[in-house]
């Protein structure tokens, strides 16, 4: 019997690694493409004027050498190297087979003039930008339609100086949306590690419409209150393997994203196969982990273990709203600490913010299948609120072995939520009590035998 357990956890663990296309290689989850290229061709900023004052503009620099390196592209491609030095550029365009190698000492900072960063068509699947009607500023480091893209350094910085966005965007004096630091659209094969990234304008990391990437080693610190500073969105992308990361920022540290409302709709290009694991972070108004708000293209597939997170108003979250229509479902999370948070656990199901009056208020979203197991937590207010949609219950919602010491009254509030629980304490609420274990593990998304057996030896006990 024990041998036969064995086996199926074997099989299992087989099947999940089956799913993700990762190889299992030392503790690294994930699968190194093309990080220990080599590039035949190397070249260094200074060879193309740049100046390392932080007050001289290096965008011309930055647009030639790129350009100088696209002759290589087809040749092995190229790496253009950042030295010591404080490197102040507006915003300039990748290009494919590049890498990008910061020194330990090198700081990349964004110029603080806005016309520095030209304007872009909006994403067809937001329709509009993020925050303001019509296109949107093009981020700091942009690439599109490229393939094999490495943006590294021995923790050299990368800093968007995004006070003065910030403030824009307080005094309601934006003319467009603003700003990513790093946005790559449409490309595959993308690597970014080693780096520190810092204040960036709006979101930190965007990875659009992308398969295989990889963020791994970073660090990523904006002000706790700064507006919208999420750290790392992949967003309508597959294959996303984010590991080792500590984010402390103003807005979620991750969310997995794929468009909105109608736009996202009809756009349907959804986020699959995103895997995170050691992500470790802050966040005073935001969560750690979010699915949405924005995910009208669907999200699936996602698996994100041994997270902590401190300091925090919530742990784990998903938004949404009628209008988004898509769905989340199949999401596995697991091994997660929690201190000083809020919120552990929170489902928004009437998030609302559309893009404009055209979305369609019948379009709702179907949420199903979400795993959240191993979840301790210290300090923490509120257990859950978990709201689901009237008419649009979240469904297979599974709660396993969560144990969390909450200091206020309010433990588990739950709405339009159904699903299934085993050993979470204080005990969770009405609509989730019924027991995974033995008939509904196969309704709760990815739960192991070993678990099973566990919590039937604590029964005996
Ligand atoms: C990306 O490719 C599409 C289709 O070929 C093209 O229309 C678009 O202009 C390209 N974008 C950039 C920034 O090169
Ligand atoms: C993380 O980055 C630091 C400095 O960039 C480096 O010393 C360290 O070896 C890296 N760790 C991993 C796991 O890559
Ligand atoms: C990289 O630099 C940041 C900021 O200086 C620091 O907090 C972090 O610990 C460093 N990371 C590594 C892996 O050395
Ligand atoms: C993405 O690239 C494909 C071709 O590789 C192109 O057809 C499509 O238009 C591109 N999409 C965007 C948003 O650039
Ligand atoms: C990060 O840096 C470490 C130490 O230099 C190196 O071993 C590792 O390959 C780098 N990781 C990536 C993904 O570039
Ligand atoms: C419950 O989760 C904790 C981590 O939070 C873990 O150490 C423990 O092994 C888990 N217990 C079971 C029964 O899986
Ligand atoms: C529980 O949540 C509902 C909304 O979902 C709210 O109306 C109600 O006041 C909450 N209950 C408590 C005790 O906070």
């Known amino acids: 019997m024990r041998r036969f357990s064995a086996w199926v ?82 915003s300039f365009e990748l290009i494919s087979h590049l890498t990008l190698l910061l020194d330990k000492d090198a700081v990349i900072l964004g110029s603080t003039n806005s016309a520095d960063w030209p304007v872009v068509d909006p994403l067809p699947s937001y329709g509009r930008g993020r925050e303001l009607p019509g296109g949107r500023h093009r981020s700091l480091i942009y690439g599109c339609n490229l393939t094999d893209v490495i943006i590294t350094g021995d923790n050299g910085t990368i800093d968007g100086q995004g006070s003065v966005w910030w403030n824009w965007f307080k005094s309601e004096t934006l003319d467009f949306t603003r700003p990513h630091l790093v946005e790559l659209m449409n490309s595959t094969g993308v690597v970014i590690s080693n780096l520190t990234f810092l204040n960036s304008p709006f979101w930190t990391i965007h990875p659009v419409y992308c398969r295989q990437v990889i963020v791994q080693n970073v660090t990523i610190i904006a002000p706790l209150n700064s507006p919208n500073t999420d750290g790392i969105d992949p967003d309508s992308s597959d294959d996303v393997c984010i590991e080792d990361c500590y984010i402390s920022t ?83 999370i697991s091994d997660v600490t929690l201190t000083d948070v809020n919120i552990a656990i929170r489902f928004t199901g009437e998030y609302g913010e559309h893009p404009d009056e055209f979305y369609n208020p019948n379009a709702f979203p179907e949420i199903e299948k979400i795993t959240i197991k191993d979840v301790t937590g210290k300090h923490i207010k509120v257990a859950g609120l978990l709201e689901g949609i009237k008419g649009d219950d979240f469904f297979n919602i599974c709660l396993s072995n969560i144990t969390l010491s909450v200091t206020s009254d309010l433990l588990w509030n739950c709405s339009y939520v159904q699903g299934y629980s085993e050993l979470v304490c204080p005990e969770t609420c009405e609509p989730l009590k019924k027991s995974i274990f033995p008939e509904h593990q196969s309704d709760c998304y990815h739960l192991s035998n070993h678990l099973h057996s566990l919590a039937n030896q604590n029964r005996g006990a």
């Open 250 to 332: 103003g807005d979620d540290l991750i969310a997995i994203k794929s468009g909105w409302d109608e736009y996202g709709i009809s756009y349907a290009r959804p986020s699959s196969n995103i895997v995170i694991h050691r992500l470790v972070g802050e966040t005073q108004s935001s969560s750690g982990i979010a699915l949405g708000s924005e995910m009208s293209g669907g999200i699936s597939e996602v698996r994100a273990e041994n997270l902590q997170f401190f300091n925090s108003k919530i742990g784990i979250r998903i938004k949404t709203s009628p209008g988004r229509g898509g769905y989340v479902r199949n999401i596995y």
């Open 9 to 90: 956890d074997l099989f299992l663990v087989l099947a999940l690694f089956n799913e993700a296309p990762w190889a299992v290689r030392s503790s690294s989850h994930c699968q190194q493409t093309s990080s220990g290229v080599i590039r035949p061709h190397s070249v260094t900023i200074t060879e193309f004027g740049a100046v390392s004052d932080g007050r001289t503009l290096n965008t011309k620099a930055f647009q030639n050498a790129i350009f100088y390196l696209n002759s290589f592209t087809n040749n092995g491609g190229a790496q253009l190297f950042v030295p010591a030095g404080r490197w102040l550029t507006g």
